[in-house]
């Protein structure tokens, strides 16, 4: 079986449990797309069971939007990391504040992530570039282009040596290293942007493809990230047939996960090792 079908796979066969601290904005779309996918969440955050609560769970996922829950989040990961299992960081607005960038600096030295997922802001902030970023969307001087993308491409390569971390960029056109290999996808849609949530939702979904194939959490994130990108383009050609916007978009968007056939994500991929 194709890999990234097999992740898949995995994550219907296994339904794993993932445990996600992540912010109040896109707590319920971030629940939803793990069940879209296979998977099972429990959003436990509160620091006094945040520990035994990942204990149960085959995947942790850290975002960083829930700021206040670093404590919780170092809890947990330390525990994850004893017990072998995968932990996947979202660096929402990594750079944005003092308050963030110490809060990064804390998580990277204290947790060992098996895959980081951010926008080219909060990922070339991780990497020690300068950028544009203040808020949670990407800045358009840090965006990722076909222009500039053998130098993204060794940023992200050269941190995830760094880290040990799987890498992944999202945007226009995803990069994913381990450090070794290097990978560019091109599915998705601009339409992803125009909501909130969609890069949180996409980090705890590489929470449960990781969780279902942890031992590879290179494909699982690539997998991942593809079943996202596809899932825009199905949701992207309902709104503009339909006439709906984002609001419907962001439903269409978790039911075409739902929906997604291994067949699919081997036929829509459209990846490239660099
Ligand atoms: N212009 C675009 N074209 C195609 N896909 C996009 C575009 N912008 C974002 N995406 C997709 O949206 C999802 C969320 O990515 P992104 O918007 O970068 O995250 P965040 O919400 O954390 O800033 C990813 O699957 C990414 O590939
Ligand atoms: C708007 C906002 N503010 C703090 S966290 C958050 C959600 C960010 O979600 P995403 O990065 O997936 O768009
Ligand atoms: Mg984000």
Redesign the pocket.
Known sequence: MNKYAEALHLVREKEPLVQCIT????VNDCANIILAAGGSPSMAHDVREAAEAARNARALVC????IEDAPSMILAGKEMNKLGRPVVL?P??AGGTSLRREVAAELLKEVKFSSIRG?ASEIRYLAGQQTAGS???VSALDKITEENLKEAAEMVRALAERTGSVIAVSGKLDLVSDGKETAVLRNGCATM?R?????????SMIGAFCGAMPEDCFTATVAAMSVMGISGEVAEARRIKNGTGNATFRTDLIDAVFNMTEEQLVEGMQYEIL
């Open positions: 912010n109040f904005v896109t975002n960083m939007g829930a979202d929402v607005a926008n808020g949670v969307d942007a909501i909130t949530g969609s890069g949180c939702m996409l980090t």
